[in-house]
T-cell receptor
Framework: DAGVTQSPTHLIKTRGQQVTLRCSPK?????VSWYQQALGQGPQFIFQ???????QRGNFPDRFSGHQFPNYSSELNVNALLLGDSALYLC?????????????FGPGTRLTVL | SQQGEEDPQALSIQEGENATMNCSYK?????LQWYRQNSGRGLVHLIL?????REKHSGRLRVTLDTSKKSSSLLITASRAADTASYFC?????????????FGKGTKLSVKP
């Protein structure tokens, strides 16, 4: 049973560039959430996708956008990168309709903005 | 913004000792979950406690929840060096319908052999 996978593992970009991160959910899951974790902090919710639409969004600017594909995989796009966007980006999957909001996390993508 | 606040921020103990971490939160919750993170990698789900539960066990883990005080504790008994990690509490305020999780800043646990 494949867990949540993310690619790439690490990424280095410069300010102003754009980046795309990818996530494949756990087998059988249909909902994908993205979190940003700055160094020494807990994860912060960016947004959540279900049925190819953004269901919820945290307090992040429009530079952060996403997409969900028919196979439930998802992408996170960040435009006009800032130094402060350097963080670990975590993807989590879950199943809508489950009794509890237990989310399964991927290993993350470490983004460094220079 | 972060709802949960873990206490202490860092904890160092010897192998075999018990480790207790606390979490406080601000708003009503549907459930509270504890996660472990090794060296800045992905989060591993440890245990979930519903708002109508007061205590839950899973192996060497014991979680309590006091909704009147808006607090929870995680106890790891007979700790091992492999328990060295950061531990986060996360609250689900979404009514069980896939709301986002709100994480605290975590407790960094170091277990010395």
């Amino acid at each position: 049973d494949a867990g949540v996978t993310q690619s790439p593992t690490h990424l280095i970009k410069t300010r102003g560039q754009q980046v795309t991160l990818r996530c494949s959910p756990k087998s059988g899951h249909d909902t994908v959430s993205w979190y940003q974790q700055a160094l020494g902090q807990g994860p912060q919710f960016i947004f959540q996708y279900y049925e190819e639409e953004e269901r919820q969004r945290g307090n992040f600017p429009d530079r952060f956008s996403g997409h969900q594909f028919p196979n439930y995989s998802s992408e996170l796009n960040v435009n006009a990168l800032l130094l402060g966007d350097s963080a670990l980006y975590l993807c989590a999957s879950s199943l809508v309709g489950s009794s509890y909001n237990e989310q399964f996390f991927g290993p993350g993508t470490r983004l460094t903005v220079l | 913004s972060q709802q949960g606040e873990e206490d202490p921020q860092a904890l160092s103990i010897q192998e075999g000792e018990n480790a207790t971490m606390n979490c406080s939160y601000k708003t009503s919750i549907n459930n509270l979950q504890w996660y472990r993170q090794n060296s800045g990698r992905g989060l591993v789900h440890l245990i979930l406690i519903r708002s109508n539960e007061r205590e839950k066990h899973s192996g060497r883990l014991r979680v309590t929840l006091d909704t009147s005080k808006k607090s929870s504790s995680l106890l790891i008994t007979a700790s091992r060096a492999a328990d060295t990690a950061s531990y986060f509490c996360a609250t689900d305020v979404g009514g069980g319908s896939q709301g986002n999780l709100i994480f605290g800043k975590g407790t960094k646990l170091s277990v010395k052999p």
